[in-house]
T-cell receptor
């Protein structure tokens, strides 16, 4: 089977840095994505890592280690609006087609 | 950026009726669309992969006769919840991926459809 594990909740202070980890077990791995979802809304794309290393997009960075089946999302200069749920998602092709499955999600609360 | 539109946003129906949800990619063609289901405070669960011109691929445990998926064109996929019951009440959300050289790995999501079955 496959699994993606994330911490369920994280609390951080406005202006700080927070790291959300994701470990996965799957076959046919293509890449790891991160999505943000505010309550009641649709997920929005943050980043995608197909290769090992760090990808930086503004205040957000994402890291992947394929050998460790591990990745993380790094949020810098936290703002109150960053309070949301964050999901890692793996793009896999276990058989003849590709699909994207999501992790358990991490609820981030940013406090003043 | 690419836009995916989903309709309706909200639907309330009586038990035993069927509900159709549409998912459209507005500015790109999508040979593949994904349908997810999300319960409150939980993750997105992949229900099926919708393939243009062919049968959908359902995830284990998802009843294909219950959740009918049709992907008749490169811009439209539909999910029909047949004979809906209260336990089918959930947030259903579709997504699509831009194919070809423009593919960045990003999934573009529709706005979601909140189904309530009375």
């Amino acid at each position: 089977g496959q699994s993606l594990e994330q911490p369920s909740e994280v609390t951080a202070v406005e202006g700080a840095i927070v790291q959300i980890n994701c470990t996965y077990q799957t076959s046919g791995f293509y890449g790891l994505s991160w999505y943000q979802q505010h309550d009641g809304g649709a997920p929005t794309f943050l980043s995608y890592n197909a290769l090992d290393g760090l990808e930086e997009t503004g205040r957000f960075s994402s890291f992947l280690s394929r050998s460790d089946s591990y990745g993380y999302l790094l949020l810098q200069e936290l703002q109150m609006k960053d309070s949301a749920s964050y999901f890692c998602a793996v793009r896999i092709q276990p058989g003849g087609y590709q699909k994207v499955t999501f992790g358990t999600g991490t609820k981030l609360q940013v406090i003043p | 950026g690419a836009v995916v539109s989903q309709h309706p946003s909200w639907v309330i129906c009586k038990s035993g009726t069927s509900v159709k949800i549409e998912c459209r990619s507005l500015d790109f063609q999508a040979t593949t669309m994904f349908w997810y289901r999300q319960f409150p405070k939980q993750s997105l669960m992949l229900m099926a992969t919708s393939n243009e011109g062919s049968k959908a691929t359902y995830e284990q445990g998802v009843e294909k006769d219950k959740f009918l998926i049709n992907h008749a064109s490169l811009t439209l996929s539909t999910l029909t919840v047949t004979s809906a019951h209260p336990e089918d009440s959930s947030f259903y959300i579709c997504s699509a991926r831009r194919e070809g050289p423009m593919n960045t790995g990003e999934l573009f999501f529709g706005e979601g459809s909140r189904l309530t079955v009375l």
